[in-house]
């Protein structure tokens, strides 16, 4: 062939909402003590906020969104007292008001999402 992709033989591309979260991730989560780390609730937000950001990603395959998806939980910050919650959950609470003690990356989505949540005046 020429390089490309054959379609019988490639696994078929899904978009990161339609990814599950299956056994092999479970087991991994429990191995290297992501979900005692960051809780059902901080893993069920840690996971909403990865949705929601890769939502508008071009589909992949299964194991391209487990590999983001393990690699994000991983980056996860572990919810701790004065921060209850993780940032940028949909819907949920807003950025923190002060970047103390926060990483560039982090000043800078919640920057973001503030702004985000600003009403545009064209409602």
């Known amino acids: 062939m020429n390089g490309s992709k054959s379609s019988s033989s490639s696994a078929p591309l899904i978009s990161a909402i339609e990814w599950q979260i299956d056994a092999s991730a479970h087991v991994w989560l429990q191995r290297d003590g992501h979900l005692d780390r960051l809780g059902k609730q901080g893993l069920d937000a840690a996971d909403a906020k ?7 990603w071009d589909p992949r395959t299964a194991d391209a969104w487990a590999a983001d998806w393990r690699a994000w939980i991983a980056r996860e ?47």
Not at 50 to 56: A, P, V
Not at 90 to 116: I, V
């Open 50 to 56: 990865w949705r929601t950001y890769r939502s508008l």
């Open 77 to 123: 910050r572990t919810p701790a007292p004065g921060r209850p919650n993780l940032y940028a959950l949909p819907g949920g609470t807003p950025a923190p008001s002060s970047t103390a003690g926060m990483t560039r990356t982090e000043a800078h989505m919640a920057a973001l999402l503030a702004a985000l949540d600003e009403p545009t005046g064209t409602e």
